[in-house]
């Protein structure tokens, strides 16, 4: 089967796989969400825009000490495993720093935890004062947290979106918090306590929940809200509902049992 066949780029899973093609099997991520069949969604991976900068470039050379992300169909038992305090300030905590701050830079993303390179510690990363469209040159460097706890949440929520570079070719919906005060470690080994609003606060509270073993597909109301980034037949892309996507999955797995 190729992806192509179907047009806009989401099919079931096929042997030998496809480069720049990723399985997301939320059968298994979040059973509580899903009636749906077990399928394997395939999302063709998206460039930044797509995923408004929380997407995903592949196939990317090392350089620097850019490090490989770990992704929900491979990795789920270690993403769902809360990450250790750091107890040390010594060589490799400078080393998970600047490897965190790498990889934020050259996928490019918003933000990055430790696990999602496969290190179970407490520490992620944050470009502050992320806006949306915003050009890869004006977004700042990385902040970096470490042993970081959420002291006060607002009551007020905000709704906006949630990716994951580890949950390529997806977003959701998700509510959180619209004011956080954390306390936190930073690179220089400092405690600072700080309040955080808006795009902030909503990725710290993604990044925070990494290092608690906790997805964004977790935070969900409904699977309504969940979202495959694919490609038309225009080749731009094109969000479909997750539960649509499902359906046409399943139709084409269909279609090539019968033919
Ligand atoms: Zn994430």
């Not at 179907?6 to 093609?21: D, F, L, N, S, T």
Request: glycine share 8%; net charge neutral.
């Amino acid at each position: 089967m190729n992806v192509d066949r179907w047009g806009a780029g989401v099919g079931v899973r096929h042997a030998g796989g496809v480069r720049g093609i990723v399985a997301v099997l939320i059968k298994r991520t979040s059973p509580d969400l899903v009636r749906a069949k077990p399928l394997n969604v395939i999302a063709t991976f998206q460039t930044r825009t797509d995923l408004r900068q929380w997407g995903h470039v592949y196939g990317m050379g090392v350089v620097m000490a850019v490090r490989k992300i770990l992704n929900l169909s491979k990795y789920e038992k270690l993403l769902r495993t809360p990450s250790e305090p750091v107890k040390k300030n010594d060589r490799d905590l400078k080393k998970l720093i600047a490897d965190i701050k790498d990889t934020i830079e050259a996928n490019p993303a918003v933000g990055l935890a430790a696990v999602q390179i496969g290190v179970m510690k407490r520490v992620f990363g944050v470009r502050l004062g992320y806006y949306e469209d915003q050009p890869d040159e004006e977004m700042q460097p990385a902040t970096i947290f470490i042993n970081s706890e959420i002291l006060e949440k607002s009551i007020d929520t905000a709704r906006d979106f949630d990716a994951c570079l580890s949950i390529p070719g997806m977003f959701g919906y998700t509510n959180r918090h619209l004011v956080i005060k954390v306390r936190y470690t930073d690179e220089d080994g400092k405690v600072q306590e700080r309040e955080f609003t808006g795009w902030d606060a909503r990725a710290i509270q993604h990044e925070q929940d990494h290092v608690d073993g906790i997805l964004f597909l977790d935070r969900l109301d409904s699977l309504d809200d969940l979202y495959v980034v694919s490609r038309g037949a225009d080749g731009k892309p094109k969000n479909i509902p997750y539960k649509e996507a499902v359906k046409q999955a399943e139709t084409l797995a269909q279609t090539n049992k019968e033919s």
